[in-house]
């Protein structure tokens, strides 16, 4: 391509909202631009990197077995109240009518569509298994659309399906989908990890997220550099410290806390209870049913693991209001003790033996001292609710969690029987017994697959293009284009790559080198060629790559085959998981 016939309207200036790097490159680089919030048009330098990340995609699932659909974004609201979740989608959910006032939501997911299909075709498990992908425009109402592409109203999406007769055949098709992420990710050039994650209104029974680790991400990873284990912080677990406790008292005792309103304030004069002694008790409402979680003062509650708790669809923090007709007090003088019948309540599983705790006394102004959590808040169930920290210990070996932030990339989910035994998806089985066909689903942003390349791959300067996603592989610079022998030279230069099927963008305007320099590095493609005057006259062109490469001069008769070369070597490798 041309670079005068080409559209790349590059600006100087980084645009004021733009946060993230990823960003603040593909607007400055001429290859997005927004149309709304969350909603961006792609330009052409972009739109030839996703279409490469698209067939990275198309190969690895081709190589699974998986067979490509392409099913409606508009979809009618009886086939999402099949399964509950044209409510529990909330806002999320882009919603409207056709002329007759029939309700529709634009596609957020495919799990229904597909199952429908599965449900109407296959009768037997001799027409399984099967896997089933596409590539679509997907549209979420973000309630906060920022930092780019990383998280819009509309984006595309690689979602697999897969359909088995039993558990078996779903671990196999979810190892193969696992296997082929590795493969995707690594020859895009990500560095990742994958991480046990919650399903969330996905439901299921497993779910592994892919993560890029860069400060731009929105979810907080724990993992061991011991033993690599990784989870996201709303699955993963750790071990901490035991506390010695005192004896506490033959049962609670009420005493008068005013103005008390946080743990803070408990922690000062005249109280001085340290925030590790108290317990703190929130109320939520789950799938619209109260709930009372109990963690301790210093530690945070993870919502994620009360949703898991409680198996809702759906969990919420609980209004004032709500929080006094169950429990009679304000937020700051709750406790769970005395709450048997009132609601269900849950205990972080580390507060399990301790003694002589502190907590409200759902009485205002007051708290209960010498709690004893054993026995005191039997009717409670314990599990995991709190949120691991960076420090505390690994639960699979003596190392130490380091929690960092990670970018979503992909997920998968082992759905079950979620969505078949909803919509009544069943097949006869070898017996002859009727059985809902066993899911699993497979998701990957590709959006997030190009903003995350330029996440980890960049510079001052600019982007730093993987050379399997670049959108072009060489940078063919001329530098003085009234020279003769240096258009020639050039033209020579753009025919072969041409000729070769080398991708090629050829900057031949008639600006200065230093715009042109400056226009490469931050377009970013991996391989820069500039000719110029005094190079050409020893017979050489200067050689560069994007990704640290010093100048090089190099003989004109060898550049095609160094292009080659270099597309070869630097084309990430594919890498399978561990085990």
Not at 397 to 405: F, I, N, P, S, T
Request: hydrophobic fraction near 40%; aromatic fraction near 8%.
């Amino acid at each position: 391509m041309r670079y005068s016939k080409a559209f790349i309207p590059t600006l100087k200036e980084v645009p004021a909202d733009a946060q993230v790097a990823s960003h603040k490159l593909l607007l400055r680089a001429g290859m997005i631009r927004q149309l709304g919030a969350g909603i961006y048009s792609y330009l052409p330098l972009a739109q030839r990197a996703l279409k490469k990340v698209e067939r990275i995609i198309r190969e690895e699932m081709d190589g699974i077995g998986a067979q490509e659909f392409y099913l409606p974004a508009l979809h009618p609201r009886e086939i999402w109240e099949e399964t509950g979740r044209w409510e529990v989608m909330g806002q999320n959910m882009f919603r409207l009518k056709d002329r007759k006032g029939g309700d529709y939501c634009l596609g957020m997911t495919h799990e229904e569509i597909f199952t429908a299909i599965a449900r109407a075709e296959i009768r037997s498990y001799r027409d399984l298994p099967q896997v089933w992908y596409q590539i679509q425009t997907k549209f979420r109402d973000e309630p906060r659309p920022k930092a780019g592409l990383l998280r819009v109203r509309q984006f595309t999406m690689k979602d697999a399906y897969s359909f088995d007769v039993d558990e078996a055949g779903l671990d196999t098709a979810f190892e193969n989908q696992r296997r082929a992420y590795f493969r995707i990710y690594s020859r895009c050039g990500l560095e990742f990890a994958a991480v046990d994650a919650h399903s969330g209104a996905m439901g299921g029974s497993k779910s592994t997220e892919f993560m890029v680790r860069t400060d731009a991400g929105e979810d907080n990873i724990a993992y061991c550099p011991a033993c690599e284990y990784a989870a996201n912080v709303e699955k993963a677990e750790s071990r901490v410290a035991v506390l010695v406790d005192g004896e506490g008292l033959p049962q609670p005792e009420k005493f008068a806390t005013p103005g008390v309103k946080t743990i803070e304030d408990l922690e000062r004069t005249p109280f001085h209870v340290e925030a590790k002694r108290q317990l703190k008790t929130l109320i939520y409402v789950a799938d619209g049913k109260p709930v009372i979680a109990v963690v301790r003062g210093d530690q945070e509650l993870n919502e994620a693991k009360l949703q898991t708790a409680t198996g809702a669809q759906e969990v919420r923090p609980a209004h004032v209001e709500e929080i006094f007709a169950l429990l009679g007090a304000h937020p700051g003088s709750l406790g769970a003790v005395g709450t048997a019948g009132k609601a269900p309540v849950f205990v972080d599983r580390s507060l399990q033996g301790r003694r002589d705790m502190v907590t409200g006394a759902n009485e205002d102004g007051f708290h209960l001292r010498g709690v004893d959590v054993d026995r005191d808040l039997a009717h409670g169930t314990f599990v995991d609710l709190r949120t691991v920290q960076t420090g505390e210990g690994c639960p699979h070996c003596d190392g130490a969690l380091q929690v960092w932030k990670g970018l979503e990339v992909g997920h998968i989910f082992k759905l079950g029987t979620r969505y078949s035994e909803a919509m009544g998806a069943t097949v006869l089985d070898a017996e002859g017994k009727q059985v809902p066909i066993i899911m699993g689903c497979y998701g990957i942003g590709v959006e997030r697959v190009m903003a995350a390349a330029i996440e980890l791959h960049h510079d001052e300067n600019g982007i730093i293009w993987p050379m399997s996603i670049a959108p072009y592989q060489v940078h063919l610079v001329g530098l003085q284009m009234g020279d003769h022998e240096v258009v020639k030279a050039c033209e020579e230069i753009y025919a072969k790559c041409l000729a070769s099927g080398i991708e090629v963008l050829y900057d031949e305007r008639d600006e200065r080198p230093g715009v042109k320099f400056k226009d490469a590095d931050l377009i970013g493609l991996p391989i820069r060629i500039a000719v110029g005057k005094k190079s050409l006259a020893e017979g050489k062109v200067e050689w560069k790559l994007r990704k640290g490469g010093d100048v090089e001069m190099v003989a004109l008769d060898d550049v095609l085959p160094r292009i080659q070369q270099a597309i070869r070597d630097l084309c990430p490798v594919p890498i399978e998981p561990k085990g």
